[in-house]
């Protein structure tokens, strides 16, 4: 089991030429909004909210709206490039898909944390259940729900989601 933190910074430039490339192809307008939008997607780590994805942008650019975040959010799911999450919280996120690897979800229900993982125990016992049941698996998601150290309340227990915002300050 390894922690994705670790893994290699997007190809912005590239992603931005597959969306360039996906918004020609439906005779949509590439726009310095949809743009900024898209690469500050691009370049965030982990998952992200319509609101962080929003406050990202409206730093460059102030007159940003909701709207124009959810609509280039709901284009870049339709071509391939995010993948839209809903964690138990019920709130949706957003996470750079297609040339990132596959993993897995562990969420704390306390402080709604999500740490990605990736397990090759589990996928091979995955595909073996599949297998047994005469399935052969397209796609699957994992998602683990418990308690962080913290919350689980051991003395000297760590948070991970105050971690992270440590690790952003």
């Known amino acids: 089991m390894h922690d994705r933190r670790q893994s290699t910074v997007p190809d912005i430039e590239s992603l931005m030429g597959q969306f360039h490339a996906y918004l020609s192809k439906k005779q949509l307008k590439s726009t310095r909004q949809?743009?900024?939008?898209?690469q500050k997607f691009f370049a965030a780590h982990g998952h992200v909210s319509i609101e962080?994805?929003?406050?990202?942008?409206?730093?460059e650019n102030p007159r940003i709206g909701y709207a124009t975040v959810?609509?280039?959010?709901?284009?870049?799911a339709e071509c391939g490039l995010a993948a839209q999450r809903r964690f138990?919280?019920?709130?949706t996120m957003y996470e750079t898909a297609g040339d990132t690897e596959h993993h897995d979800h562990l969420i704390c229900i306390e402080c709604q944390h999500?740490?990605?993982?990736?397990?090759?125990?589990?996928?091979h016992e995955q595909e073996r259940v599949a297998r047994?049941?005469?399935?052969?698996?397209?796609?699957?998601?994992?998602?683990?729900?418990?308690l962080c150290?913290?919350?689980r309340g051991i003395k000297g227990g760590?948070?991970?989601?105050?971690?992270?915002r440590k690790l952003s300050d």
Do not use: M
């Open 34 to 38: 949809r743009d900024l939008i898209a």
């Open 70 to 76: 959810y609509r280039t959010l709901k284009l870049l």
């Open 114 to 123: 999500v740490l990605e993982f990736q397990n090759d125990d589990i996928e």
């Open 149 to 151: 150290p913290r919350a």
């Open 158 to 164: 760590w948070c991970p989601n105050e971690e992270q």
């Open 88 to 91: 138990g919280d019920g709130q």
């Open 52 to 59: 962080e994805l929003l406050n990202l942008s409206r730093a």
């Open 132 to 146: 047994s049941f005469g399935f052969s698996l397209v796609r699957h998601r994992l998602e683990l729900y418990g």
